[in-house]
């Protein structure tokens, strides 16, 4: 509290990391797909905020 202020800070991670077992490189191109994005040029309906992707 800072002078009868509440103040309150949102966090939010800086990164999010999904794994799933058993997932092909086709697999992995037919998900981008029906999510209508193209992670090899980066054109499509990417959601807001998101910068990279990386997957290994």
Known sequence: MLGG???RVDRMPD???LEFAGL???GY???NEN???DAET???DWPAG???RRVR
Request: net charge neutral.
């Open 5 to 7: 202020i509440s103040m």
């Open 15 to 17: 990164a999010l990391i």
């Open 24 to 26: 092909s490189d086709a």
């Open 29 to 31: 191109a037919a998900v």
């Open 35 to 37: 999510l209508g994005i």
């Open 42 to 44: 980066g054109q499509g």
């Open 50 to 52: 998101k910068h990279s």
